[in-house]
């Protein structure tokens, strides 16, 4: 990207670019990503998301400087694979204990995207969208990988409680996944990596949390 981008400009670039990784995530909200396939997951997460940034890339619009920019770099599409597989390692080991104790899981998705799923004993309590501090150590984990190694992005899913009118329901995936992402931001991840979306027709009612490491793709 050249030169430097100040005020409502940059403000405008940012606010496309997050909207964008909305969009995606909200496929995944609204359809259900827990009523997926994992490869139905990974092309929400993959195909979707390369194709956005691809698209901004290859008509030379400065957006795409600030995501990469915040990500510290974008991967060719030769070593995505073996690049997510590394961070995938890089989580399952620094969550073994987690893993060992039944908090959360980890596995990869078609495209390359590495998801973190919390489950019902480091899940949100019924009706709160109050963090977990059993959660905690898994946010701190994902916050350091994606900071350290860069060019990824993340996607927050909140899940609901059984309870609840529809709206209710909605309102409550929404706040979770929200909360998450407030956490990861408080742990210095930038916001324009991390997208939030609640999942009301999860088939999860048991208020847990489903994290996307997804790679960033150039094109």
Do not use: W
Request: contains cysteine; hydrophobic residues 45%; proline residues 4%.
């Amino acid at each position: 990207m050249k030169g430097r981008i100040k005020g409502s400009g940059y403000i405008k670039m940012v606010a496309v670019v997050v909207l964008i990784a909305f969009t995606i995530a909200g496929c995944a909200g609204n359809g259900g990503l827990s009523n997926t396939t994992d490869t139905t997951k990974g092309a929400l997460f993959g195909s979707a998301g390369a194709a956005a940034l691809g698209a901004i890339i290859y008509h030379g619009n400065p957006l795409a400087g600030a995501l990469i920019g915040a990500a510290s770099g974008a991967l060719a599409g030769g070593v995505v694979g073996h690049f997510m597989d590394e961070r995938k390692k890089n989580l399952e080991q620094a969550l073994a204990p987690q893993i060992n104790a039944g908090l959360v899981s980890v596995q990869i998705l078609a495209d390359h995207a590495v998801l973190v799923t919390s489950t019902k004993e480091s899940a949100f309590a019924p009706g709160s969208s109050v963090v977990s501090q059993g959660v905690i150590p898994t946010l701190q984990t994902i916050a350091k990988v994606v900071k350290t190694y860069g060019k990824t992005t993340i996607a927050v899913i909140g899940h609901p409680d059984a309870t609840g009118t529809i709206a209710e329901r909605t309102a409550l995936a929404n706040q979770r996944a929200e909360a998450i992402r407030n956490m990861l931001l408080g742990m210095n991840v930038p916001p324009i990596l991390v997208t939030a979306s609640g999942n009301s027709n999860s088939h999860y009612l048991d208020g847990r949390v489903e994290i996307i490491v997804h790679p960033l793709v150039s094109g």
